[in-house]
């Protein structure tokens, strides 16, 4: 099973990520940031990953550090769940349209980190939440997850939709290029023979 669990714990954070990439999308979250437990929903439900994230953070600062170690462990879990990545499909891509808002986005589980952040959000906040830590988020996902991630959000009025497209959208990438392909059942998908 694909299963891992790992803990962060800074001065400025203490955070604690469990995930099985193949779940049934079940998710517990508790962050102190509601929008973000609400953004983490959307990655578990429709990656069909079962992940749980306990996290506590100088929030009395602001949002940023909480936002980002989050990003950073869950990276870290995300990698020791893949493990070797033989078999994998590798590759993976969704568009996912919420209305009036419209996002892209492309992955590839290359082993190096990577991010293309093409969002121009239409407003500053979304409730109480900085928009701007979306890409913090993703910064640390892939730098410890080391996955190549391209986002782009092609159309949207509204920030809320825009951001919740982005996530689906991720989640969505991520199920299709975990998934296992029984023609390269022991076959690492690279001809460099590594990941």
Same mark, same amino acid.
């Given at each position: 099973m694909r299963i891992a669990e790992v803990s962060r714990n800074t001065l400025e954070t203490r955070i604690a990520v469990s995930i099985n990439l193949d779940g049934t999308g079940a998710s517990k979250f508790s962050t102190g940031l509601p929008f973000l437990d609400h953004m983490l929903d959307q990655i578990a439900r429709h990656g069909m990953m079962d992940i749980s994230i306990e996290a506590e953070g100088d929030l009395h600062i602001d949002a940023h550090h909480t936002v980002e170690d989050i990003g950073i462990t869950l990276g870290q879990a995300?990698?020791?769940?893949?493990? /070797?990545?033989?078999?994998?499909?590798?590759?993976? *891509?969704?568009? @996912?349209? #919420? /209305?009036?808002?419209?996002?892209? @986005?492309? #992955? /590839? #589980?290359?082993?190096?980190?990577? #991010?293309?952040?093409? @969002? +121009?959000?239409?407003?500053?906040?979304?409730?109480?939440? /900085? @928009?701007?830590?979306? *890409? +913090?988020?993703?910064?640390g996902f892939v730098n410890h997850a080391q996955v190549t991630l391209h986002i782009d959000n092609l159309r949207g009025d509204n920030a809320h939709h825009q951001a919740e497209t982005i996530f689906k959208a991720f989640g969505r990438a991520l199920r299709m290029a975990v998934q296992m392909d029984s023609r390269m059942a022991g076959i690492m998908p690279s001809t460099k023979g590594s990941l």
């Open positions: 995300f990698a020791r769940a893949i493990g /070797d990545k033989k078999g994998i499909c590798r590759y993976g *891509h969704s568009y @996912v349209p #919420l /209305d009036e808002a419209l996002s892209r @986005v492309v #992955l /590839d #589980l290359s082993g190096r980190p990577g #991010l293309e952040f093409g @969002v +121009e959000f239409t407003r500053a906040r979304i409730g109480e939440f /900085d @928009v701007d830590l979306i *890409h +913090e988020f993703f910064q």
